[in-house]
């Protein structure tokens, strides 16, 4: 299916009319701010090329975006969709100029419902604050990605956000009961509700989980809570080989007969730059080939003793080095720090010369993996950090030129490709949890078969027939 | 959007050319088999019309399906998919004639992966033989519908089946991890896989599941497993007001903190039916007016002890006339026995004039749904049965009359408009677990706006541009 990436240019008039939506103070031509909001977490300097929007408009409320997007339609100017920009797939970035759209006005926290353990939300609210808010009245919003200091739920929502507590709570999706979107056309619809089931039509709410934008806008979400546990403990787990760390996870599962909150691993170049980072120190951080982090929660100190321990033994069997319990406030922040500062560190080692990559594979199979990635690091001479939700399959492995080379680009693209030869082998697939958007899609077709890819396009255009909203994302369309 | 609905009739060539693709025992046209794999568990009697299908074809594989759906575009014959036809909304009964498909020979169990917590399973596995197959290696499947002892899991995912332990584990899409479907243009694809997270291009796996059979044909199912529990106590927790047993609810779970994996509901009629059905007593059925069934598991015995004294204490509070804990096999079936069969004892008490029920509101909202109910109840003079699952706020209300009376449809087709305008009202929907299908499709717009009910037309035809399979459902399309 082909679509039509023909589009007008913004012109004085545009932006004219683009005031008359949004108000003066809700539209910027300003160089910079336009520079600025047509950026993510995706480095400049690893596009192809410039991508820049015309305008950044400021949304207020669902009304707004409705008209513009009638108007962008009857024009034909794209829109791309945009929360904090901590995206790391440049699914906010904006691959054919037009409009820029900020959500982040629209940041209000508009219910807290107890008694139906939920909250309905604006998609520009930061998404700690809604843990904090949840908290507050012994309740707990499950959503915990590492960048939740500082991106938005809209965007949580639009790239299906996993983070640290995947693998027991599930990510981002499986926390949404319900959603106010304005589709394409400029319509306005709710797609679920405060509710735990509904079968009525078709599951809309997961389809616009994940869509990156390219469905519709989502302007309020209706979020599912969980009672808040009264106690945690984190288990700090050290081994000397990365197979054996890998082999404890399926251990600490069926024999301890828990799925804990959090399963996270760290290499041990991941860990070391990031003691580096924080000019920190973390036990074993020579010594062990590889990390665990473990969380577990519950409402009877007790018991979460005895469980701790018996996890701290299990993992002994599995050959730890030694088990650390960090039990109280401040050594639980210290690692959590450590754990979610590892790609800012590794990031900061090797800014220019780099790729972060989100692969997914059955969680058995990561101890394969790593292994091939060690030889592919030898044969095609990169080094790497790996890090990521290792009881979920989910890492993330940094790619990375030590030395100055003219040949980068090649240098990584060759890793790469490699190493997604090899996760397609193990049944894995691209992408886990920061999405495909622009960085990814030539890269689809070797996870989707044809039929998928084609079906992809059919779905965007069934949502957006003039192919106006976030164009260009997903999969390849030229 | 327009479909067109001009199909080709079978003729003696069709039936040869399905017997090339399917063998002779592969394909029935006998009167008889016809009409029984043209039902489902929606009485004959309901249907304003009968909906036969010409032939029943029996596959064996996807191939086989995928070389049908090939044939059946180039014809324009329309495909019913069918499970094993315990569905409640006329998923499977063919609305334009043509072939039904039944998977019942696909019922295999493929795989159970303890290291990545998965099953692959073939659709036509009775999803009572997931539950065991994982139990018997100390894992859980946790989808539990009450017909799990004849649907198939296929038909669970096609219709997102709910059940009893929905409010702590999620509907059966909470499962699913990945699919093999076979698209209607003949196409075999894989959506999702063994992994925990996956953004690689759209979710199709959720919007597939719940879709009816109306996107594709779901050949391969990946499940989701969990450690199983040591052990599990159930609470029947007798009321002497609806309002009290519902109140109870929010209290259990805030102040309990913690989500039981059932919280049940029957009301005195339903109680009292069941008892008469299965010939047997259960406590306070004749001095309550509500029961509630809670069911919590754990591994620590002791711990396990102290949370159901813990919720029974909460349960009393809120002024439940007693609290009785079944902890031993022998009571915990003979409870769940009652619950499970509360549907067939209100349909055997009345079998005639009837309408069941499967609305969903907010949780918060049941006491004053069931207020309004006794009204519509003396308003329209009909009588009421009531049951669910009042943790998800999905209540299955059984409205029928019991004397003989000619406009029975007309009595009970005035009360139910009233219900539902009750339940849009209350921020509800028409059905939590059954589906749309053919039976609820003309009050789906009073719960979809018409954007999104031209969105799932459109999203259908994508996937499925001749409209052969499954057609005319979930949605009005005249």
């Not at 995206?87 to 209000?108: D, W």
């Not at 400029?186 to 679920?192: K, L």
């Not at 997961?206 to 009264?230: A, D």
């Amino acid at each position: 299916m082909k679509a039509n990436f023909s589009y007008s240019q913004v012109t004085e008039k545009t932006i004219e009319d683009l005031i008359s939506v949004f108000g003066g103070s809700g539209v910027s031509v300003d160089k910079e701010k336009v520079a600025a909001y047509s950026k993510d977490e995706v480095a400049v300097h690893l596009w192809d090329k410039n991508y820049e929007a015309e305008v950044v408009c400021f949304a207020e409320n669902a009304e707004q975006i409705s008209a513009l997007m009638k108007y962008a339609n009857r024009h034909r100017i794209p829109v791309t969709p945009r929360g904090a920009g901590t995206g790391l797939s440049g699914g906010a970035v904006p691959a054919y100029r037009g409009i820029e759209l900020s959500l982040e006005r629209m940041n209000r926290i508009l219910e807290l419902d107890a008694a139906n353990l939920t909250m309905t939300v604006e998609p520009g609210v930061v998404t700690a604050e809604i843990n904090k808010t949840a908290a507050a009245a012994n309740l707990m919003y499950a959503g915990d990605p590492c960048s939740g200091d500082a991106s938005f739920i809209g965007g949580n929502v639009a790239e299906n956000a996993g983070g640290n507590k995947v693998v027991k709570y599930g990510a981002t999706g499986n926390h949404v009961l319900g959603m106010e979107v304005v589709l394409p056309d400029g319509s306005i619809s709710w797609f679920g509700g405060k509710r735990r089931k509904d079968v009525t039509g078709y599951d809309f709410v997961h389809l616009m989980t994940g869509s990156e934008g390219t469905l519709g806008i989502i302007t309020k979400i209706i979020l599912r809570l969980l009672p808040s546990y009264s106690f945690a403990a984190d288990l700090l787990v050290p081994f000397d080989s990365v197979k054996r760390a890998i082999d404890a996870v399926p251990a600490v599962i069926t024999k301890g007969k828990t799925i804990p909150c959090s399963i996270e691993f760290m290499d041990k170049c991941s860990m070391m730059l990031t003691e580096q980072y924080l000019r920190t120190k973390f036990p074993f951080s020579h010594e062990a080939e590889a990390h665990l982090i473990l969380q577990f929660e519950g409402n009877d100190r007790e018991s979460l003793a005895d469980e701790i321990e018996k996890i701290g033994d299990i993992c002994m069997e599995e050959g730890a080095l030694e088990v650390f319990v960090a039990d109280n406030r401040t050594t639980r922040d210290k690692l959590w720090k450590g754990r979610k500062s590892a790609a800012e560190a590794v990031w900061s080692y090797a800014p220019t010369q780099i790729a972060n990559e989100d692969i997914v594979i059955p969680a058995s199979e990561i101890a394969v993996f790593m292994e091939g990635l060690e030889k592919i690091s030898r044969a095609d001479s990169v080094k790497y950090a790996a890090y990521g939700h290792v009881g979920d399959g989910n890492m993330h492995v940094t790619l990375y030129v030590e030395e100055e080379n003219k040949n980068w680009r090649e240098i990584i693209e060759k890793a790469r490709r490699d190493m997604y030869d090899m996760v397609k082998r193990l049944g894995g697939t691209l992408t886990g949890e920061h999405g495909v958007g622009l960085k990814r899609l030539m890269y689809a077709p070797q996870f989707l078969d044809a039929a998928q890819v084609e079906l992809i396009r059919r779905v965007k255009l069934a949502f957006d027939p003039n192919n106006i909203l976030n164009p260009g994302k997903i999969v390849p369309w030229t």
